[in-house]
């Protein structure tokens, strides 16, 4: 690797800017770097922790619910005053047409279907546990563990295939071990009786938070913050290029410039850091494009819950989070986000709002002024195990390392991380076994 005066030199570089890169440099400050960098395309800190302003609106893409005794704060504990305490319910839409529980429901999902249903239900659950020896699939997982019957009536089964973007059965186990244990818990005898003897859901442990009113810029600005008090330096908005190493050092092109690293961190896509290095996928790694329309309403709405789930046997949208309940009406209008697979209605804003207004207007969700604020378009939103996607993960990972490249996070190490607080102790993890 030539020297160069236009090269810069830092101890370690950070590629990415969301949950997983920040931490990374915090980490890394605490491990006696003098002088970090972190690198972005993006143009604000946060990854996929995106808000969206549409006049006087503020919406996600995504929905995104933090704790205040998240790990995150340990490294900015100055967010924790940023947030906004709030308590969310969470709610879905059966494939009967009616709004219940999230998840599951004693009451509607067993209860409510009567002696007939019950004994159909059971024979199913008994037949898939002699019959499915071997997982394969998170289809096969989800039966196992409610039956086909269940699978269908809660809905479950409708909601795998929009969130995937294709047939539960062609998603590998590995995911719905690592992210789908909750069907596993609802399914045990004694967690059953225990919730259908309670009167009411148990209390999270901790408070309930939302970012701020201005948006995650806002908030993440304050880890900028820090993490420049303490050395760090933030090229954001830029383009990568080529990515070479050599005598345990890291070269990477930034526009006319040259980065120069002792140690390189990646939370990037991990096809996106193989292409840096000039290294050919063995295969592609299938990831979700995530479609958010964006909406303000006037009227009366057909559910209570401020996170509703798509569990019916119609509509393409998956998830929609009311904004509103969180921080008030804008200009005597609620507002809200809604997630679909960007597969399932062609890349195309339009017919994901004709498809949705469709169907919420069937089942009497949203009956008044309904209008279509904006959308956006998130490529990489999450990934999906299709068949030794995880093996082939591992095997990229290996390839990089043996570069001397730490590849982490949901992007960097091909891993459905849902919340920041799984986000930061992966990090953690990853990068203090160095």
């Given at each position: 690797m030539a020297d160069s005066v236009d090269c810069e030199r830092f101890d370690a570089v950070v590629l990415g800017a969301g949950i997983s890169g920040l931490v990374a440099a915090s980490i890394l400050q605490r491990q006696g770097a003098r002088s970090v960098l972190v690198i972005d395309e993006y143009s604000c800190l946060g990854g996929n922790h995106i808000d969206c302003k549409v006049g006087d609106y503020t919406f996600d893409v995504g929905s995104y619910i933090f704790q205040d005794d998240s790990p995150l704060l340990a490294h900015f504990p100055e967010l924790l005053s940023l947030y906004i305490p709030i308590s969310p319910s969470w709610g879905r839409l059966t494939p009967q047409g009616f709004v219940t529980h999230y998840p599951l429901s004693i009451a509607d999902d067993l209860l409510r279907a009567g002696p007939i249903e019950w004994i159909l239900i059971l024979g199913s659950v008994i037949a898939a546990r002699l019959s499915r020896r071997r997982i394969r699939s998170a289809e096969d997982f989800a039966t196992f563990w409610i039956g086909a019957r269940m699978l269908m009536r809660s809905g479950l089964g409708y909601y795998l295939d929009r969130f995937y973007g294709f047939p539960a059965d062609k998603v590998d186990a590995k995911f719905a071990e690592k992210r789908m244990l909750w069907i596993r818990e609802h399914a045990r005898l004694r967690n059953l009786f225990r919730r259908w003897v309670s009167s009411a859901p148990p209390s999270p442990p901790n408070q309930q938070l939302a970012r701020p009113r201005e948006g995650f810029s806002f908030l993440y600005r304050k880890a900028e913050e820090r993490l420049e008090a303490q050395g760090a330096r933030f090229l954001l908005g830029v383009k990568m290029g080529r990515l070479e190493s050599h005598d345990g050092t890291f070269s990477i092109a930034v526009g006319d410039r040259r980065i120069v690293g002792g140690r390189l961190v990646s939370t990037i896509p991990l096809s996106q850091i193989q292409a840096l290095c000039g290294l050919q996928a063995q295969r592609e790694l299938k990831t979700v494009?995530?479609?958010?329309?964006?909406?303000?309403?006037?009227?009366?709405?057909?559910?209570?819950?401020?996170?509703?789930?798509?569990?019916?046997?119609?509509?393409?949208?998956?998830?929609?989070?009311?904004?509103?309940?969180?921080?008030?009406?804008?200009?005597?209008?609620?507002?809200?986000?809604?997630?679909?697979?960007?597969?399932?209605?062609?890349?195309?804003?339009?017919?994901?709002?004709?498809?949705?207004?469709?169907?919420?207007?069937?089942?009497?969700?949203?009956?008044?002024?309904?209008?279509?604020?904006?959308?956006?378009?998130?490529?990489?939103?999450?990934?999906?195990?299709?068949?030794?996607?995880?093996?082939?993960?591992?095997?990229?990972?290996?390839?990089?390392?043996?570069?001397?490249?730490?590849?982490?996070?949901?992007?960097?190490?091909?891993?459905?991380?849902?919340?920041?607080?799984?986000?930061?102790?992966?990090?953690?993890?990853?990068?203090?076994?160095?």
């Amino acid at each position: 690797m030539a020297d160069s005066v236009d090269c810069e030199r830092f101890d370690a570089v950070v590629l990415g800017a969301g949950i997983s890169g920040l931490v990374a440099a915090s980490i890394l400050q605490r491990q006696g770097a003098r002088s970090v960098l972190v690198i972005d395309e993006y143009s604000c800190l946060g990854g996929n922790h995106i808000d969206c302003k549409v006049g006087d609106y503020t919406f996600d893409v995504g929905s995104y619910i933090f704790q205040d005794d998240s790990p995150l704060l340990a490294h900015f504990p100055e967010l924790l005053s940023l947030y906004i305490p709030i308590s969310p319910s969470w709610g879905r839409l059966t494939p009967q047409g009616f709004v219940t529980h999230y998840p599951l429901s004693i009451a509607d999902d067993l209860l409510r279907a009567g002696p007939i249903e019950w004994i159909l239900i059971l024979g199913s659950v008994i037949a898939a546990r002699l019959s499915r020896r071997r997982i394969r699939s998170a289809e096969d997982f989800a039966t196992f563990w409610i039956g086909a019957r269940m699978l269908m009536r809660s809905g479950l089964g409708y909601y795998l295939d929009r969130f995937y973007g294709f047939p539960a059965d062609k998603v590998d186990a590995k995911f719905a071990e690592k992210r789908m244990l909750w069907i596993r818990e609802h399914a045990r005898l004694r967690n059953l009786f225990r919730r259908w003897v309670s009167s009411a859901p148990p209390s999270p442990p901790n408070q309930q938070l939302a970012r701020p009113r201005e948006g995650f810029s806002f908030l993440y600005r304050k880890a900028e913050e820090r993490l420049e008090a303490q050395g760090a330096r933030f090229l954001l908005g830029v383009k990568m290029g080529r990515l070479e190493s050599h005598d345990g050092t890291f070269s990477i092109a930034v526009g006319d410039r040259r980065i120069v690293g002792g140690r390189l961190v990646s939370t990037i896509p991990l096809s996106q850091i193989q292409a840096l290095c000039g290294l050919q996928a063995q295969r592609e790694l299938k990831t979700v494009t995530l479609m958010s329309l964006f909406y303000s309403y006037s009227g009366q709405r057909g559910f209570k819950q401020s996170i509703l789930y798509n569990f019916s046997s119609k509509g393409a949208w998956k998830r929609l989070t009311i904004h509103s309940d969180f921080y008030g009406k804008c200009g005597g209008r609620e507002f809200f986000s809604v997630e679909l697979n960007a597969e399932h209605v062609a890349h195309d804003a339009r017919a994901g709002d004709r498809d949705f207004r469709e169907h919420t207007k069937a089942n009497r969700l949203f009956l008044g002024d309904l209008r279509l604020e904006g959308s956006h378009l998130l490529a990489n939103a999450y990934p999906i195990y299709t068949e030794n996607a995880d093996e082939d993960a591992k095997h990229a990972m290996a390839v990089l390392a043996k570069l001397g490249i730490e590849s982490i996070g949901r992007q960097g190490s091909f891993d459905y991380q849902p919340t920041a607080r799984d986000s930061t102790l992966k990090a953690e993890a990853a990068l203090q076994r160095r």
